[in-house]
């Protein structure tokens, strides 16, 4: 049974910044790519960040390039997305989601992160992020 758990959201001006945190538990989390995504009202799911396994490569979604950086601690069993200068525009839910199976890059998180079927990851119960202008 995998299990993910975020924390760090809340209200945050423009500009300022806030530090995601997901913990994972129920298996091995070093052999598996892990991501974040987001959702607005009204919006499909987006992609924002993804990591390897290993954690020595990254891909992020063009909206966020320079502002957001994901990285994982392996140890600690946690992936974090620092975010940095944020905008209105990023107002969402944000969820930690798990790679289903091994050893696959952060651009394999992106195309199964994004299916419709949502049982091709697994989630966490999502965490809410406000900017305000």
């Known amino acids: 049974q995998v299990q993910l758990v975020e924390s760090g959201g809340g209200l945050v001006q423009a500009g300022g910044s806030l530090r995601l945190s997901c913990a994972a538990s129920?298996?091995?989390?070093?052999?598996?790519?892990m991501g974040w995504f987001r959702q607005a009202p009204g919006k499909e799911r987006e992609f924002v960040a993804a990591i390897s396994w290993s954690g020595s490569s990254t891909y992020y979604a063009d909206s966020v390039k320079g502002r957001f950086t994901i990285s994982r601690d392996n140890v600690k069993n946690t992936v974090y997305l620092q975010m940095n200068s944020l905008k209105p525009e990023d107002t969402a839910v944000y969820y930690c989601a798990g790679d289903t199976q091994q050893y696959r890059g952060p651009r394999s998180m992106v195309v199964v992160g994004l299916m419709k079927n949502r049982s091709n990851v697994y989630w966490g119960q999502g965490t809410q992020v406000t900017v305000s202008s």
């Open positions: 129920g298996r091995s989390f070093s052999d598996y790519a």
